[in-house]
RNA sequence: GGAGAGGUGGCAGAGUGGUCGAAUGUACCUGACUCGAAAUCAGGCGUAGCGUUUACGCUACCGUGGGUUCGAAUCCCACCCUCUCCGCCA
């Protein structure tokens, strides 16, 4: 969420910059409701003064045992006045609120602006793009004599799910380990558990919520309409709406990813300023419904309902917040060097990036089959975006509480990196060779054979 | 699932419907004392919004949402969460 400040003090400088991402802001919208809210804000407030001192007056009076009726009959239009002030405020105020949660966050001043994933700007390109001398195979024909079930994976759930076995899955679980390893041990993050189901507070902190309801499992618990004690309450009750509302809200939404559970940590809380920064590393399964990619990468395990990854998530001092990215995607770059893989980074431009953030780092694989780099790890800076819509805060050196910066990344995504492993260390006979780090979790299994 | 207790400022913890944004303690900041520190003493110290824009004034916030009332932290209703005991359970 921006700081409605920025709105009120520079509009135009706000929407110009929002429109480089393709967000058009409703200006004239804007403009009314702060209108709207102002006056009726003041009104309502000096509503609420004439009542505070009207009943201070009642109370002194009837201490000293002096008549009131002449006071009680200046307030008693007073009430009604203010309760349709009061709900007038309230409206206003909510669609302010919905305004302003949908509206993505400013890019930062070096994004460089575009329209799509074409005019991203190439960072850097590093490792050797392995040759070889024979047709090379896609992960989904490797894997087919190697433990990769996608049938099956149908069978069970449905499009957009795999099923590994034998010594692939255990590959599988090999590279989140040395993700996980390698970050808590090497790079100082804390290993963290997190549930993989949060409530819709946590959705709407970090900004999946209430924009992007779409591309996320949303899992009821208990039954979805009341059941029948509620009912028998429902039908005794004057005020009913609030068990309705409560049955509405008996749900959980599955995690897109691990940066909402973590970084959640810190929604409503205020850090004391030697805790910064905080790092967190959280191995997690990943839900997406992909409602709106039909078509796309629907052979192999690109894009699945169901992946995991190793996510990165640091709490910052915002005048750290940069370094710390810089730091975070070093991170996550450490594990494709490790492991042997050709990767480049690519900064995103203004039209390509996510909703929350204000600079965003891709790292994309080789993957030899396709013959071009695919996404796998995409490194944020958030700065006070999150942490408003959070209230995660951290007391400064003033002693006053301040937002923290929120960043986040993928270190890595484990299903895009099994399926970059297999691609890039196949062998003639369709084999494939374990990069040697992996080793000490492979248990003696050095090389996939068919 | 059954029974009970409780949610108040950074923390702890008071609060007969009126002068309570909230005692007190603690933490923290400033000053005094001290060579310095500790102890002690004095003062300050919540968050957010609106209006004047240094000083100030007003408003909201005591788990959440409703209700009663001229007036609610306090009374009523519902919900959420935490804790204790019993039962069941991976």
Same mark, same amino acid.
């Given at each position: 969420m921006l700081d409605i400040q920025s709105l009120r003090n520079d509009l135009t400088g706000v929407a110009s910059r929002l429109a480089t991402r393709g967000f058009i802001l409703d200006v004239a919208r804007f403009q009314e409701l702060e209108a709207q809210r102002k006056s009726i804000q003041t009104r309502t407030q000096e509503l609420q003064a004439k009542r505070n001192s009207s009943s201070k007056l009642i109370g002194q009076a009837k201490a000293k045992g002096e008549d009131i009726s002449a006071i009680m009959a200046e307030v008693a239009t007073l009430g009604d006045e203010l309760k349709q002030a009061e709900e007038q405020l309230g409206a206003v105020q909510t669609a302010l609120q919905q305004l302003l949660e949908v509206i993505p966050n400013m890019p930062h001043s070096s994004v460089p602006e575009g329209k799509s994933d074409a005019d991203n700007f190439e960072v850097r390109k590093v490792g050797k793009i392995p040759q070889f001398g024979f047709a090379v195979k896609d992960h989904v024909d490797l894997g087919e004599k190697l433990g990769l079930d996608f049938d099956t994976a149908t069978k069970i759930s449905g499009a957009r799910f795999s099923l590994l076995k034998g010594p692939l899955a255990r590959l599988h679980r090999a590279l989140a380990q040395f993700m996980l390893d390698t970050h808590s041990e090497q790079h100082g993050y804390t290993e963290t558990y997190v549930p993989y189901m949060v409530n819709a507070d946590s959705m709407r902190g970090t900004g999946q919520l209430p924009k992007f309801e779409e591309d996320l499992f949303k899992v009821p618990f208990g039954l979805e309409e009341p059941n029948a004690a509620e009912q028998t309450r429902i039908g005794n009750l004057d005020d009913a709406d609030s068990i309705r509302e409560s049955v509405k809200q008996r749900y959980f939404y599955l995690i897109p990813t691990a940066e909402v559970p973590v970084t959640n940590i810190v929604r409503d809380e205020i850090v004391? =300023?030697?805790? =910064?920064p905080m790092k967190f590393v959280a191995h997690t399964p990943c839900f997406r419904s992909e409602a709106g990619s039909y078509g796309r990468d629907t052979r192999g395990m690109i894009r699945q309902h169901q992946f995991d990854k190793v996510e990165l998530v640091q709490i910052v001092h915002p005048e750290k917040s940069y370094e710390g990215l810089e730091e975070l995607l070093g991170h996550a770059e450490t594990i494709l060097q490790k492991l042997g893989l050709p990767y480049r980074v690519v900064k995103l431009c203004t039209g390509d990036m @996510?909703? %929350? %953030? /204000?600079l965003t780092y891709d790292i994309e694989v080789w993957l030899p089959a396709q013959n071009t780099y695919r996404e796998i790890s995409s490194c944020s800076n958030f700065e006070a975006f999150q942490a408003r819509r959070m209230q995660a805060r951290f007391r400064n050196a003033q002693g006053k509480p301040e937002l923290v910066h929120t960043l986040n990344g993928s270190g890595l995504a484990v299903g895009r990196t099994l399926v970059a492993v297999l691609e890039n260390y196949?062998? /003639?006979? @369709?084999s494939v060779v374990i990069p040697e780090v992996l080793h000490p979790y492979m248990g003696g299994i050095e090389k996939l054979v068919p």
């Amino acid at each position: 969420m921006l700081d409605i400040q920025s709105l009120r003090n520079d509009l135009t400088g706000v929407a110009s910059r929002l429109a480089t991402r393709g967000f058009i802001l409703d200006v004239a919208r804007f403009q009314e409701l702060e209108a709207q809210r102002k006056s009726i804000q003041t009104r309502t407030q000096e509503l609420q003064a004439k009542r505070n001192s009207s009943s201070k007056l009642i109370g002194q009076a009837k201490a000293k045992g002096e008549d009131i009726s002449a006071i009680m009959a200046e307030v008693a239009t007073l009430g009604d006045e203010l309760k349709q002030a009061e709900e007038q405020l309230g409206a206003v105020q909510t669609a302010l609120q919905q305004l302003l949660e949908v509206i993505p966050n400013m890019p930062h001043s070096s994004v460089p602006e575009g329209k799509s994933d074409a005019d991203n700007f190439e960072v850097r390109k590093v490792g050797k793009i392995p040759q070889f001398g024979f047709a090379v195979k896609d992960h989904v024909d490797l894997g087919e004599k190697l433990g990769l079930d996608f049938d099956t994976a149908t069978k069970i759930s449905g499009a957009r799910f795999s099923l590994l076995k034998g010594p692939l899955a255990r590959l599988h679980r090999a590279l989140a380990q040395f993700m996980l390893d390698t970050h808590s041990e090497q790079h100082g993050y804390t290993e963290t558990y997190v549930p993989y189901m949060v409530n819709a507070d946590s959705m709407r902190g970090t900004g999946q919520l209430p924009k992007f309801e779409e591309d996320l499992f949303k899992v009821p618990f208990g039954l979805e309409e009341p059941n029948a004690a509620e009912q028998t309450r429902i039908g005794n009750l004057d005020d009913a709406d609030s068990i309705r509302e409560s049955v509405k809200q008996r749900y959980f939404y599955l995690i897109p990813t691990a940066e909402v559970p973590v970084t959640n940590i810190v929604r409503d809380e205020i850090v004391p =300023l030697e805790k =910064l920064p905080m790092k967190f590393v959280a191995h997690t399964p990943c839900f997406r419904s992909e409602a709106g990619s039909y078509g796309r990468d629907t052979r192999g395990m690109i894009r699945q309902h169901q992946f995991d990854k190793v996510e990165l998530v640091q709490i910052v001092h915002p005048e750290k917040s940069y370094e710390g990215l810089e730091e975070l995607l070093g991170h996550a770059e450490t594990i494709l060097q490790k492991l042997g893989l050709p990767y480049r980074v690519v900064k995103l431009c203004t039209g390509d990036m @996510g909703f %929350s %953030s /204000a600079l965003t780092y891709d790292i994309e694989v080789w993957l030899p089959a396709q013959n071009t780099y695919r996404e796998i790890s995409s490194c944020s800076n958030f700065e006070a975006f999150q942490a408003r819509r959070m209230q995660a805060r951290f007391r400064n050196a003033q002693g006053k509480p301040e937002l923290v910066h929120t960043l986040n990344g993928s270190g890595l995504a484990v299903g895009r990196t099994l399926v970059a492993v297999l691609e890039n260390y196949q062998q /003639a006979d @369709g084999s494939v060779v374990i990069p040697e780090v992996l080793h000490p979790y492979m248990g003696g299994i050095e090389k996939l054979v068919p």
